[in-house]
T-cell receptor, first 114, second 115 residues
Framework: AQSVTQPDIHITVSEGASLELRCNYSYGATPYLFWYVQSPGQGLQLLLKYFSGDTLVQGIKGFEAEFKRSQSSFNLRKPSVHWSDAAEYFC????????????FGTGTRLTIIP | ETGVTQSPTHLIKTRGQQVTLRCSSQ?????VSWYQQALGQGPQFIFQ???????GRGNFPPRFSGLQFPNYSSELNVNALELDDSALYLCASSLAGRVNTGELFFGEGSRLTVL
C-alpha cells in the first residue's frame, strides 16, 4: 500500500527566507507525486506534480520540488517565502493505473514571521 | 476559485442521525471524488464516482454512501453518525482519465460536527 510521511508538523520561517518542506513516500512502482496547499477555510490547490522525466519540477507561486528515488523523497522548496505562503501543505501520492485515489500525508503547517 | 461548490458549508448533527452533503462539480468534469479530513490530518479518500457508478472506494464502512447524478453533481450520505465522523468533507471533481494526473479541483468543503 502506498503511504506518505511528512515529518514536520509545523515550520516557522521568516519572510524572505528560504523554505524546504519534507515528504517521504512509500510505493512499489514509480509514483505520481503531488504537493497541495490549503489556506484556512479553503479547499486544496495543486502546487505541482511529478510523473516522470526531469526530477526537478516547477509549480505555481514560485515553488519547486525535487524527486529523489534513492531517498524516496519529494521535498518542496521555495527560495524566498512571502507572508501569503502561510498555509497547510500536503504531499500526496497516487498509483499510476486503475483507481486513482490520492494518499495524502498529514500535512505541514507553515507560519511566516515578519 | 475552482468552480466546485459544496453545501452546506457547516452543519451540526447528533450521534445516530443521518447527513447528506452535496457537491456541484466543475463544468465539463465527469468524475467526483470525496475525501474526509479530520482535524489535524490529511484528507482520506472515501470514494469516487464516474458516470453515476462508484469507481473505487477507500477504507470506509458501508454507512458512507454516495450518488452521482446525470449532471455529474454528487451527494455523500452518512448514516448512523458517530462522533469520529466529525471532519471536513471535501469534494473534488476531475475529467475521467485525468484524475491521476493530479488535476483534481477541490471545493471548500463541508464541515460536519457530530455531538
Amino acid at each position: 500500500a502506498q503511504s506518505v510521511t511528512q515529518p514536520d508538523i509545523h515550520i516557522t520561517v521568516s519572510e524572505g527566507a528560504s523554505l524546504e518542506l519534507r515528504c517521504n513516500y512509500s510505493y512499489g512502482a514509480t509514483p505520481y507525486l503531488f504537493w497541495y496547499v490549503q489556506s484556512p477555510g479553503q479547499g486544496l490547490q495543486l502546487l505541482l506534480k511529478y510523473f516522470s522525466g526531469d526530477t526537478l519540477v516547477q509549480g505555481i507561486k514560485g515553488f519547486e520540488a525535487e524527486f529523489k528515488r534513492s531517498q524516496s523523497s519529494f521535498n518542496l522548496r521555495k527560495p524566498s517565502v512571502h507572508w501569503s505562503d502561510a498555509a497547510e501543505y500536503f504531499c500526496a501520492v497516487a498509483s499510476n493505473f486503475g483507481n486513482e485515489k490520492l494518499t495524502f500525508g498529514t500535512g505541514t503547517r507553515l507560519t511566516i514571521i515578519p | 476559485e475552482t468552480g466546485v461548490t459544496q453545501s452546506p458549508t457547516h452543519l451540526i448533527k447528533t450521534r445516530g442521525q443521518q447527513v447528506t452533503l452535496r457537491c456541484s462539480s466543475q463544468s465539463g468534469h465527469n468524475t467526483v471524488s470525496w475525501y474526509q479530513q479530520a482535524l489535524g490530518q490529511g484528507p482520506q479518500f472515501i470514494f469516487q464516482y464516474y458516470r453515476e457508478e462508484e469507481n473505487g472506494r477507500g477504507n470506509f464502512p458501508p454507512r458512507f454512501s454516495g450518488l452521482q447524478f446525470p449532471n455529474y453533481s454528487s451527494e455523500l450520505n452518512v448514516n448512523a453518525l458517530e462522533l469520529d465522523d466529525s471532519a471536513l468533507y471535501l469534494c473534488a471533481s476531475s475529467l475521467a482519465g485525468r484524475v491521476n494526473t493530479g488535476e483534481l479541483f477541490f471545493g471548500e468543503g463541508s464541515r460536519l460536527t457530530v455531538l
